[in-house]
């Protein structure tokens, strides 16, 4: 799904696209594909992301949207800024590098805390805030595991700036 196969041109010779709603169409027709008639929406979703097939190459339609706008190939990830990969409105994306990426994803179905990055360290019997930047790991360790959502919170605001998924910094309840 390489967005450099297709030319800035060839995208805007097919495709139209929507900026406030993040939806595609399709410009021309193709006879033998239904689904590819002037005027119907474009792409399909994968398991996350909708895909657009455009002369055999498929390829995520948060890049092309990107292509589309800044008539350009993004210089990195296309990071979906409220965590929704079928939301491919134009001030939802942002053009990021890969570690930036990783910051914004959602809470693991693993995590006890409910909070990115707070867990309870046994070896110390105390609350762990830790974050990860540029492979180093920073931590601190508290008494209550308020105090550690409060230290996490600095933490990543520090290290991570504005690529905080802020409902990460919630404490979300777990269900069994």
């Not at 308020?146 to 600095?154: F, L, Q, S």
Request: glycine content about 6%; overall charge positive.
């Amino acid at each position: 799904m390489r967005s450099d196969r297709i030319a800035v041109a060839r995208l805007k010779e097919v495709l139209d696209y929507d900026p406030s709603t993040g939806i595609f169409r399709w410009k021309t027709g193709r006879e033998k594909h239904l689904k590819a008639r002037a005027g119907k929406v474009a792409g399909s979703q994968t398991t996350s992301y909708v895909v657009i097939c455009i002369d055999g190459n498929y390829i995520g339609a948060h890049r092309l949207a990107w292509m589309y706008v800044h008539e350009s190939q993004p210089k990195g990830c296309i990071d979906h800024i409220n965590g929704l990969c079928t939301d491919n409105r134009i001030d939802n994306l942002r053009d990021v590098t890969h570690h930036q990426n990783t910051l914004n994803r959602k809470l693991s179905k693993r995590n006890s805390s409910g909070v990115h990055g707070v867990d309870y360290h046994l070896a110390s019997k105390k609350w762990r805030a830790r974050v990860t930047f540029k492979r180093s790991q920073y931590y601190t360790l508290h008494d209550t595991e308020e105090e550690a959502i409060a230290g996490v919170k600095e933490l990543r605001e520090k290290h991570h700036g504005n690529f905080i998924r802020q409902e990460t910094l919630i404490k979300q309840e777990r269900l069994p």
